[in-house]
């Protein structure tokens, strides 16, 4: 299997909308990635969640599900070439989603559920783990161990901020290196949900401030992240979920450039 958390020469990216939506946008976006991977020289990993199990609200979109949530990931991979992460919340869905997807992915807040850390890390495929946002660095060790436990073949951890108050997040720049001392694996930066405001949008969904993704993402860069998470919509105020904190897709090869190029000076 070829190895997707890899930063020997440069960082890696995974990026995509928050959730699948249209096939059409889908693959857009997609499309964008897959030019982006070739202009920089970078591996990109497409990500998109087929059910966002997390939602603020009872009627919040959640996604299209597993069945036809993977379906419609199937359809990117095989128009961009790009490998496909997404998300599980269940142990019962990881075998399912091992069958297409390439990466799977363990939400923040259930970073601390042994069966499906186990369960992820048997389905043969790299695992990304958030960091809990109400984590030290140095607790992610055991999250690691139970998916290492599992086999899996690579793992990583990701920062997405800490909990600062109420509804707001804090990214503690020395987690970077206290991250790949304690877990031995590689680390990427979620700039996108580290500007996340929990509960402060309009009628209690997440809000977010977008202007900060930059500055956090290149600071991120000169502090050892060895990879890179942003999510990106071509129109993030029509977005179903995480409008508020996510790239848009036009402005998105100029910031990840500059992390890049960033990440190389350093």
């Not at 020469?9 to 928050?18: D, E, H, K, Q, W």
Request: aromatic share 6%; net charge neutral.
């Amino acid at each position: 299997m070829p190895q997707r958390f890899t930063a020997e020469n440069s960082p890696f990216l995974i990026a995509g909308p928050c959730v699948v939506e249209s096939d059409d946008l889908n693959v857009r976006v997609g499309e964008v990635l897959a030019e982006l991977a070739d202009k920089l020289g970078i591996s990109v990993i497409y990500k998109a969640s087929y059910d966002k199990a997390n939602r603020s609200r009872l009627s919040a979109p959640r996604g299209p599900g597993i069945d036809a949530g993977l379906r419609a990931l199937e359809k990117v991979r095989s128009a961009t070439g790009l490998p496909i992460l997404t998300d599980v919340h269940e142990s019962s869905h990881v075998p399912v989603a091992a069958r297409v997807a390439d990466v799977l992915q363990i939400p923040a807040f259930l970073c601390r559920q042994t069966d499906l850390l186990v369960a992820a890390g048997k389905a043969g495929r790299p695992v990304n783990i958030k960091k809990g946002q109400w984590m030290a660095p140095e607790e992610m060790r055991g999250a690691v161990e139970k998916v290492r436990a599992g086999g899996a073949p690579e793992i990583a951890v990701t920062e997405r901020g800490t909990f600062f108050g109420y509804g707001d997040l804090v990214v503690d720049m020395r987690s970077f290196t206290r991250l790949k001392t304690a877990c031995k694996a590689p680390v990427i930066f979620d700039a996108t949900h580290s500007v996340q405001q929990p509960g402060q949008g309009e009628g209690g969904a997440s809000g977010g401030e977008r202007a900060f993704i930059p500055p956090l993402l290149y600071a991120a860069a000169a502090a050892g992240a060895d990879g890179f998470f942003l999510e990106t919509h071509p129109d993030p105020t029509r977005a179903p979920s995480d409008g508020p904190n996510m790239v848009p897709l036009d402005q998105l090869s100029g910031i990840v450039s500059l992390a890049v190029e960033v990440w190389h000076r350093v």
